[in-house]
């Protein structure tokens, strides 16, 4: 069957799910935003009693606002509601709580959606992955660099903060005025929200409620993000051999969640539905895969073996895999001896 046969055909099942159900998605806002501000209130209140009854309520609060971004996400998408206004409203609001400007992260987010899993086209609204060879032919400041923006701790414990409170409050090189102008209400607003906490609540409050809430809703929403496309038997290809349904299919993972964790991560996890179909609506991601037997073949992961991508730090273009640094440095060798021994022959 010819690729763009395949196209075709999946595109034609996935048609149906590709409408906005208003009802769905104003239901969504009541379950999500209404819990977020209410978890934000009783962990101030409790902070009188106890920090440690505090903690686990930060905690939910956390995953609220990862399902607060992902109704931003959909309005990125202009999949959340009819109303291109309402979509832009909404996101924009939902911006501020997450702490990401709605039209620069829509604009990285589509060139995301556009050249994913194709090693012609890195570099925007993605995550830095060299490959074995590149990362041998790198200078040495780049190779630190890169060891240390794949090291768990940096990427999980710093990229929170250096992603969502540093690198989004400017706006990207090239951004036109309506999207310039997009993060300098998205910025007034959080400083808006965060000054009106400090000057009622106390900044000692703040930082024990508000940061961490943005810190651990921070960290989960890269992991996500991370483990969606950096998994075992995952696709990369160069653009003459890069294929879109490929790409959505065997790029991105099946992300098979506890029921609680689907919920609250707006069943992000069938990022491979999503990325074929962005305008399909979070709530009806599942009932996409459900409903197409090709779909369903996407690679599956789980909360166990997810945790191998942790080790993974480089992209093999021969094997078509990722490795360690210590896999790529005896690979490497392997083939420089094969090549000294071609060459004596």
Known sequence: M??????????????????????????????????????????????????WITLPIVILAAGFLVRTFIIFHDCCHQSFFNSRKANDIVGTITGILTHVPYRQWRYTHNVHHRTSSNLDERGTGDMWLLTVEEYAEAPWHQKFA???????LVMLGLGPIAVFLIQYRFNRRGAKAKERMN?????????????????????????LVQLPVALIAGLMGIWLFYVQHQFEDSYFEHDEEWSFVQAAVEGSSYYKLPKPLQWITGNIGFHHVHHLAPRVPNYMLEKVHNASE???????????????SIRFRLWDEE???FVTFGEAKKILKQR???VNATENV
Do not use: C
């Open 336 to 338: 420089d001896s094969m």
């Open 183 to 207: 993060t300098y209400i998205t910025n007034i607003g959080i400083f808006s929200l965060h000054g009106g906490i400090i000057l009622f609540l106390g900044w000692e409050a703040f930082l």
């Open 319 to 321: 094997t078509k895999s």
């Open 2 to 51: 010819s690729q763009a046969k395949k196209i075709s055909e999946l595109k034609k099942e996935v048609a149906p799910f590709e409408k906005t159900d208003t009802k769905a998605s104003v239901l969504q806002l009541i379950n999500t935003i209404i819990p977020l501000i209410a978890l934000w209130t009783i962990a101030y209140l409790t902070l009188s009693v106890s920090y």
């Open 146 to 152: 890169y060891r240390a923006y794949r090291n768990p």
């Open 294 to 308: 090709p779909l369903q073949k996407a690679t599956t992961i789980t909360l166990k073996t997810s945790l191998k």
